[in-house]
């Protein structure tokens, strides 16, 4: 069964930066799409970003494009989420999502599996 582990949230102060990361097991991912979520408290989840594991094409919301990258270590089996000049609206808990399809998409219902989040805090 796929297992999603996401670990490297924290507290950072705005400006700062951190990089959380997806270990990924139990399944051959090249024909997935890898995600990052976000929940901010009494908030829906939201789509951050997303990578296609074979080819490595990505796509990001608005709201983090420039400031955010997400990436991929395929011997590692994990994908990361560098995020710089974080600002306290970032404030969540990240979550890392598989998405057995390589369609683009930004829906929650439309992944497959899901970690169990990590809480990133952004002091101002």
């Known amino acids: 069964q796929v297992q999603l582990v996401e670990s490297g949230g924290g507290l950072v102060q705005a400006g700062g930066s951190l990089r959380l990361s997806c270990a990924a097991s139990?399944?051959?991912?090249?024909?997935?799409?890898m995600g990052w979520f976000r929940q901010a408290p009494g908030k829906e989840r939201e789509f951050v970003a997303a990578i296609n594991w074979s080819g490595g094409s990505t796509y990001y919301a608005d709201s983090v494009k420039g400031r955010f990258t997400i990436s991929k270590n395929n011997a590692k089996n994990t994908v990361y989420l560098q995020m710089n000049t974080l600002k306290p609206e970032d404030t969540a808990v990240y979550y890392c999502?598989?998405?057995?399809?390589?369609?683009?998409?930004?829906?929650?219902?439309?992944?497959?599996?899901w970690g169990q989040g990590t809480q990133v805090t952004v002091s101002s």
């Open positions: 999502a598989a998405r057995n399809n390589f369609g683009r998409t930004i829906v929650v219902g439309e992944y497959d599996y």
């Open positions: 139990g399944r051959t991912f090249s024909n997935y799409v």
